[in-house]
């Protein structure tokens, strides 16, 4: 990269009034730059705001050769297509031609869409007003892309009813197959120069092979990972396998229907239908109520588990031989056999005593180290075979074709090496993807890592309680928003209260909502949509919100929207999770540690990702309280508080206090929270449960 890019007097600053090339910018490009010339590989963690976006667009553009983008979510991958893209392109007169490439549950299917309006059966009336609302856009969008469509809920139930899945799909048997969405996006990305793609997409190409990327892979030089510390966790989603309630009342819903428009009186449709419904919602009824995950001996110990089970499949069994008599009339009922037949397989596979004797197929299962557990919701229940990593087969991809692979984040290292992402992605020493190529030892893996240009000394203090706060104890949820409090009251900005639970969410959120005067709205996740409370957070200035895990990253507030984040506790993955088990246990069988090997890498990544909602800008400011003493008080904690950005530390909640009141100028004294009047501890200066 050149003056003439990046420079002050450079084309950026040219094009953008108040450009100012950020430090470590120019040095991440040139890498990206690099890697691309050796087709290599590149690890980088750029700190925020290094702008590591623009550092690996400038020379995939110039270079002008083909490259795909994939990131964490779909909202990055808008803001790439919308934003950054359009701008890097128009700064360097680049014209290379742009797709982005979505699964198809983001586009309206034209079919689903007239099937669900002609059955009638929507009883509620914002599901109906909503459909209405759909086919209005299908009518008028030119890509059928659902998040174009303001106002609409994520989790709304008429969204799986007017898109389609892997398994409801018709492809080129489809009577709208000409107009589909689907096949539209992934035409304009087969002709496209830059392709923006997710890491969702991106494994079930992988795995599956059936999602429109596997095309485009071979055909780019260079492939962009960005937030590439999620990669593992997406991955192994994707890599394993997965059969659950939710889909076997898709497919009841879709025999009924398919069922009274092509064969209607020829076979008990609402039997075979409400018969399979019955036994998929029995099946998760015999699981404890609520959220949980159980591993496989725990889901076999439920009372009455296995028997229904056997009831499952056998409606699966007499659905599979009514439809089997109407295969020859209607594609429609070829593909429902075919979802019949998978569930059943599926099940089969999941319930193998594993002391069994394997099969072909269970013995290749096995040589994958899958874990079989069973992921149980409000209303549905997952029975899921995971890989405990994705390392063989992300290796083993990278190692397929000579391409340059970018792997970049704000989060790839512990202890100041990237030893441990290696680690979980295969790109270790001896692994497939750094052998040699093309009879050539080439020096296929780089590592950089850029330092955040933000000035946390100056912008930010930390604040860690050294006694009084320890997550085991009964009132810690109490504490900690008494805690957080304090620190709202005078705080003139938004602030976060990030949770490693869900159950401390309503603790306190309750207990903010006593404490706080009525102007300080208090936000609580679960109660509305993820994006209608980030809406509502950012149209009130000194709001408050109580979140857990998607809060944790991937939500971005610059400036006053933001100034004070404060995390419960430290995050470590629950070890009764049957997935962090069995990784724990095979680290132990192989004489390692799993606390110091995977627990706490994984709870140092998972820190930073929340300690980086703080500070989005040169221009932020603002306070993070982690309300853990074990943070400051074990020679593991400290190792912790090594990893994050270089805060500024202050020993007590007032120093914190008086941070955030230097910006708020003076503050009326009936906006502090009357703790003291319920708590006569919290009066005094020296109590040790507000201590630094």
């Known amino acids: ?52 976006t623009l550092a690996y667009l400038v020379p995939a553009l110039l270079r002008g050769e083909r490259f795909i983008v994939s990131t964490a979510t779909r909202a990055l991958q808008d803001q790439l297509f919308r934003k950054d893209l359009p701008l890097a392109r128009e700064v360097l007169g680049v014209q290379l031609r742009a797709a982005v490439l979505k699964g198809r549950t983001n586009y309206v299917c034209h079919y689903r869409l007239k099937r669900t309006q002609s059955e009638g059966l929507l009883d509620n009336r914002r599901a109906v007003q909503e459909l209405r609302r759909v086919a209005l856009f299908a009518g008028t969008s030119g890509d059928g892309d659902l998040s174009a469509l303001g106002g609409l809920d994520e989790k709304s139930p008429v969204i799986p009813l007017v898109t389609s899945t892997r398994d409801n ?11 589909c ?51 593992s966790d997406i991955g192994a989603q994707f890599l394993g396998s997965s059969v659950g309630t939710a889909q076997a009342l898709e497919l009841a819903r879709d025999v009924l229907a398919c069922g009274l428009q092509l064969a209607r009186g020829l076979a008990d449709w609402q039997g075979l239908s409400s018969r399979l419904q019955k036994a998929a919602r029995d099946q998760r009824l015999i699981a404890p109520h609520g959220a949980h995950r159980l591993d496989w001996a725990q889901a076999q110990a439920l009372e009455g588990w296995a028997e229904g089970l056997n009831r499952w499949q056998e409606e699966l069994t007499g659905l599979l031989a009514a439809l089997d008599s109407f295969e020859a009339l209607a594609p429609e009922f070829t593909r429902l056999i075919e979802r019949c037949r998978e569930q059943q397989a599926l099940l089969v596979a999941w319930q193998r005593d594993a002391t069994s004797p394997p099969d072909a197929e269970a013995a290749a299962v096995a040589a994958q180290e899958t874990v079989r557990w069973l992921e149980v919701g409000s209303h549905y229940l997952r029975l899921l075979a995971t890989p405990l990593g994705v390392g063989p087969a992300f290796s083993a991809l990278l190692a397929q074709r000579p391409q340059a692979w970018v792997l970049v984040s704000a989060t790839l290292t512990l202890d100041g090496g990237f030893r441990y992402t290696r680690a979980r992605l295969g790109l270790n020493e001896g692994s497939p993807a750094l052998a040699a190529v093309e009879g050539g030892v080439l020096p296929r893996l780089r590592e950089l890592r850029v330092a955040s240009p933000f000035d946390y000394a100056r912008q930010t203090r930390l604040l860690v309680p050294r006694a009084g706060f320890h997550p085991s104890d009964a009132e810690h949820s109490l504490r900690v928003a008494e805690l957080a409090a304090r ?94 088990a069995a990784r724990i246990k095979r680290l132990e069988a192989a004489g390692r540690s799993g606390f110091m090997d995977y627990s706490l890498p994984q709870a140092a990544l998972a820190l930073q990702q929340g300690a980086g909602r703080l500070i989005r ?35 007590s909640v007032d120093e914190a206090a008086a941070f955030l009141l230097a910006h708020a100028g003076p503050v009326p004294a009936s906006a502090e929270p009357d703790v003291a009047a319920e708590n006569p501890a919290a009066a005094v200066d020296d109590d040790p449960a507000f201590e630094g």
């Not at 409370?533 to 857990?548: I, M, T, Y």
């Not at 932020?620 to 508080?641: F, K, N, P």
């Open 1 to 52: 990269m050149t003056d003439a890019l990046w420079g002050g007097q450079g084309l950026f600053a040219e094009a953008l009034p108040g450009w100012r090339e950020r430090p470590g910018q120019r040095q991440l490009a040139t890498a990206v730059e690099q890697a691309m010339a050796e087709r290599g590989i590149l690890l980088a963690e750029a700190g925020t705001g290094t702008g590591k």
């Open 169 to 179: 799909c018709l492809g080129s048997d489809c009577p709208d197959y000409r107009a």
């Open 181 to 231: 969405f689907v096949m539209k996006a992934r035409r304009e990305a087969m002709a496209a120069d830059v392709v923006i793609i997710n890491h969702h997409l991106f494994f079930a190409n992988v795995a599956l092979r059936d999602e429109g990327v596997a095309e485009l892979l071979p055909s780019a030089t260079t492939v962009v990972l960005d937030e590439a510390h999620q990669l």
């Open 487 to 580: 620190l709202v009251a005078v705080n003139p900005g938004g602030s976060f209260v990030l949770t490693t639970t869900l159950r401390a969410i309503g603790r306190i959120a309750s207990r903010l909502r006593e404490l706080l005067p009525p102007n300080r709205v208090v936000l609580e996740q679960a109660s509305e949509s993820k994006q209608v409370l980030l809406q509502r957070f950012a149209a009130n200035p000194e709001a408050v919100l109580v979140g857990s895990h998607s809060f944790w990253e991937g939500v971005d507030f610059p400036g006053e929207q933001l100034t004070l984040v404060v995390i419960d506790k430290l995050p470590f993955a629950p070890p009764d999770d049957p997935m962090v």
């Open 617 to 651: 800008s040169e221009r932020d400011w603002g306070v993070l309280a982690v309300c853990d003493q074990r943070l400051a008080s074990t020679a593991w904690g400290r190792r912790l508080l090594a990893s994050l950005q270089p805060f500024a530390r202050v020993e």
